[in-house]
């Protein structure tokens, strides 16, 4: 399975998609999978620790997990292993059925560079589109501060934080620092950091939001605030309503990929028992509405 053709016409491998019935299987294969391929090329696709319909956000950690990967699907970097082409993604079956906005794979990650010329106020402005959240002191993934000419930064796939230091609207220096002591742990030459949300409030989003508000009056209050801009938790409950359209990993696969089927029958009973408790519950969350 892992020695498959190469298409002369294509960039590369196309990738492999491997189904797992649970995801400590998945990571526990993608671990084993590393041993044999390079590492960066083989990438877990998490599934939400929510319910889709539930009115809990997932963590920006899993959020900023899935774009990286999606990105790395639909826009290889092939001069940049750590986010070049993916020879195998594996997934649990709760990640595959989960839908997913169209077009994720297509919002455009904060790259910031040792010597790029970026005005900080630029850098802000993008981290906030992106659904950082601007604090006093950086603490938790998807975090941001800034203090005068020095950005703190923590993305949702990093380990730690990360201090950008701008000489005018120069990058001088990116170094890793920890959260508790706020020590450097050595320099970086770059920082990658994908959305911290999966539904980014654009003025498309936003302008629905408002037209829902007069028509679904049980969730009239957090589609006022998302229409003001304002993120809400479990705000990504009325995606299907707010956006272009639903998809699944499978459909932003790239073309010659191959899917393989972990355990069939495992994966087929854990599909069917995901299916019947989301019906359960959505149904009692309309049963409360």
């Given amino acids: 399975l892992l020695s498959r053709p190469v298409d002369p016409g294509a960039k590369g491998v196309a990738p492999l998609l491997v189904v797992t019935a649970t995801a400590r299987e998945a990571d526990d294969l993608a671990s084993a999978l590393r041993c044999l391929l390079d590492e960066p090329s083989v990438l877990t696709f998490p599934s939400w620790e929510t319910l889709p319909h539930e009115r809990l956000s997932p963590r920006s950690d899993t959020v900023g997990r899935r774009l990286a990967v999606l990105r790395r699907l639909a826009h290889p970097s092939p001069d940049d292993a750590e986010h070049g082409p993916v020879q195998v993604v594996v997934a649990s079956v709760r990640a595959v059925l989960q839908p997913i ?72 220096s990116i170094r890793h620092f920890k959260v508790a002591d706020q020590r450097s742990l050595g320099e970086a030459p770059a920082v990658w950091a994908p959305p911290c949300r999966e539904l980014l409030l654009t003025p498309a989003v936003r302008a629905r939001a408002a037209e829902l508000a007069e028509q679904l009056p049980g969730v009239a209050d957090m589609l006022h605030k998302v229409a003001e ?51 359960e519950f959505l149904q009692a969350s309309w049963a409360n509405a």
Wanted: avoid cysteine; charge should be negative.
């Fill in 101 to 172: 906005a169209k077009g994720l794979g297509d919002l455009e990650p904060v790259r910031i560079a040792v010597g790029d010329e970026r005005p900080l106020a630029q850098l802000v402005d993008a981290l906030a589109a992106a659904a950082y959240t601007r604090t006093d002191l950086v603490q938790r993934r998807g975090d941001f501060a800034v203090r005068g000419g020095i950005l703190d930064l923590f993305p949702p796939t990093e380990e730690h934080p990360v201090r950008v230091e701008l000489f005018g609207d120069t990058v001088e």
């Fill in 229 to 279: 801009g304002i993120a809400v938790e479990g705000m990504e409950s009325l995606a299907p309503a707010l956006v272009e359209g639903m998809e699944s990993v499978l459909d932003v696969l790239p073309e010659g990929a191959r899917v393989v089927v972990s355990d069939p029958e495992r994966v087929r009973t854990r599909a069917h028992d995901l299916v019947s408790t989301s019906e």
